[in-house]
């Protein structure tokens, strides 16, 4: 009978073992976005009954690399009354988080791929008197600094504004 080297063996296993080591992969999930990889824009207002509502669109820059939203936009009135600052609510009238989730997503922006807000009012007071109406909107998207001042046009007395999510 033959007997197998001890050093031969001890070559074998080694090589088996790095064969199989297993591969460590970096995290799949793109990183938080800057304010310089978006372009946010604002869509004409929608109404219904006395709701007011103006979708927010945030997509990548031109040559930005795919990144992600968690959270709320700051969204202040801009021209047309007096400062409004926007309340921050999981759902409303016109949009945000489906009911039973109150837990805002992580929403990837890649190229095609954007991610929106619904920012909404009523366009009476208490009293059924008619509310200013702005002419544009100061927002911030999520977790940044930088504030843009978009033409949006929206009839309201307060403002609140969603959680962002996949358009």
């Known amino acids: 009978m033959r007997t197998i080297k001890p050093a031969l063996i001890v070559a074998a296993v080694g090589v088996a073992t790095l064969a199989?080591?297993?591969?460590?992969?970096?995290?799949?999930?793109?990183?938080?976005?800057?304010s310089a990889q978006l372009v946010v824009t604002a869509l004409p207002m929608v109404a219904a009954v006395s709701h007011r509502g103006v979708p927010l669109v945030f997509t990548l820059a031109p040559g930005a690399v795919p990144c992600t939203l968690t959270g709320y936009p700051g969204v202040d009135s801009g021209a047309g009354g007096p400062?409004?600052?926007?309340?921050?609510?999981?759902?409303?009238?016109?949009?945000?988080?489906?009911?039973?989730?109150d837990i805002p997503p992580t929403v990837s922006v890649s190229p095609g791929h954007p991610a929106q807000?619904?920012?909404?009012?009523?366009?009476?007071?208490?009293?059924?008197?008619q509310c200013p109406t702005y002419t544009d909107l100061l927002v911030t998207p999520p977790d940044t600094t930088g504030t843009v001042t978009l033409p949006a046009t929206i009839d309201t007395c307060q403002l609140q504004v969603h959680p962002v999510t996949s358009a």
């Open 20 to 34: 199989w080591s297993p591969t460590v992969h970096a995290d799949d999930n793109p990183p938080p976005c800057a």
């Open 117 to 129: 807000a619904m920012v909404e009012g009523i366009a009476v007071d208490a009293d059924t008197s």
């Open 83 to 101: 400062l409004l600052h926007a309340r921050r609510t999981l759902r409303g009238y016109l949009g945000g988080l489906p009911g039973g989730v």
